[in-house]
């Protein structure tokens, strides 16, 4: 570890821990196995230090660059949503926004791969050494604009996507496998919704997940 507790005490303990997995049952995540990766992933250690105490709130908190760590409800929902019904796991996984790389680590153990697009360079790099710290290693991180996806490692049998276009962005659509599932929030700020889109043939079928708040999808990159 990075100096940081991994199991500790005070704020980050068991129970403290435990009080958000509570939290998530009463809001409507039923999925065990996704209850049991939330309350395995030490969300403290994905956030600054000073806001360690706050990590198991349900809650978004900043992780700099004017960008977030998704609420742990969020993230739960999103990879229910993803990987729910699904058999076998999904081979490749394609997410946009790695952020701090907390969805990632929750999503991991789900599926074969996940290639991981985010667009702030800096973040990438914090992501990438937490990732190696717990040993996760399934997961391949790209520096790039999400809006492209990550063509030359499609099709994907999922993509997940932590930031919201006004409307789904056709590249995605398109790198979706048959049968597969795009997650993705979209509409302008404060009015927002998660859609699942899956594809059947040439069809992509929408389905209104809830309502959410997500940072917008920015095209281009910055490093
Ligand atoms: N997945 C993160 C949440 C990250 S917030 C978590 O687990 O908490 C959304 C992220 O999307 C930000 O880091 C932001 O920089 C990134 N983002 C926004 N537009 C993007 C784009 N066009 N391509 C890739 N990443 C993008």
Redesign the pocket.
């Known amino acids: 570890m990075n100096g940081r507790e991994q199991n500790g005490i005070g704020m980050t303990s068991a129970r403290t821990r435990e009080r958000l997995i509570d939290r998530l049952k009463a809001e409507g995540i039923k999925n065990t196995v996704v209850l049991e990766r939330m309350r395995a992933v030490p969300r403290h250690l994905?956030v600054d230090e000073a806001l360690a105490s706050r990590a198991y709130e349900d809650t978004?908190l900043p992780?700099g660059?004017?960008?977030?760590?998704?609420q742990p409800y969020i993230?739960a929902a999103m990879t229910v949503a993803l990987i729910e019904g699904v058999s076998p796991r999904p081979t490749r996984v394609l997410?946009?926004?790695?952020?701090?790389?907390?969805?990632?680590?929750?999503l991991a153990p789900f599926v074969q791969h996940i290639y991981?697009?985010?667009?702030?360079q800096p973040?990438l790099q914090r992501?990438r050494s937490m990732l190696a710290e717990l040993k996760i290693s399934n997961v391949s991180l790209r520096h790039?604009?999400?809006?492209h996806g990550w063509r030359a490692q499609g099709p994907f049998q999922g993509i997940?996507?932590?930031?919201a276009?006004e409307d789904v962005p056709p590249e995605l659509c398109e790198q979706l496998d048959e049968g597969g599932r795009l997650i993705i929030p979209i509409g302008a700020r404060g009015r927002q919704t998660l859609l699942r889109v899956t594809r059947i043939g040439e069809e992509f079928q929408r389905e209104e997940l809830l309502p959410v708040s997500?940072?917008?999808?920015?095209?281009?990159?910055?490093t």
């Open positions: 994905f978004a992780i660059f004017g960008q977030t760590i998704s993230v997410e946009i926004g790695t952020g701090c790389g907390y969805q990632t680590a929750v991981s697009v985010e667009r702030i973040l992501a790039g604009d999400g809006w997940l996507v932590a930031a276009p997500f940072v917008p999808l920015v095209a281009g990159t910055a």
